[in-house]
């Protein structure tokens, strides 16, 4: 994978960015941000739970996960996921963005990004209302 990243300008990645902030929009207290890479990240505190990027080869949503959950995602067989240059070893995991991306799938990790990122109380109140 190339490392010269551009913000998200292409029709596919704006699409795919709008995709991952409805379903963002659930969640309190995140912030969108745009880095000196280009990176799109979204954030609760400043700390990032999902990283998109684009490069020749296309979009790319990194989402970060628990050790065990990246394990799980990187040894299932034709996974579209493989482990995020440079923060792999924190758990996070990238795909590429393709027309046959399962984004029922991604909700689940991007709840789960998000409450791991999140203040425990924060985590405990968004998990309650879910509850509702």
Known sequence: MGYEHQQ?????AIQALQHVRDICSIFPLVEEHVDGFGHTSLRVKDKPFIIMGED????SL????SLSTQEILLSQVDSPFYKTPYIGQHGWVTQ?????TDWDAIVDF????YLRTVPKKLAALVQSQEED
């Open 8 to 12: 998200l300008t292409s029709e596919d």
């Open 56 to 59: 020749q080869e296309g979009v």
């Open 62 to 65: 990194s989402i970060r996960t």
């Open 96 to 100: 590429q963005i393709t027309s046959s």
């Open 110 to 113: 991007i709840r789960e990004a």
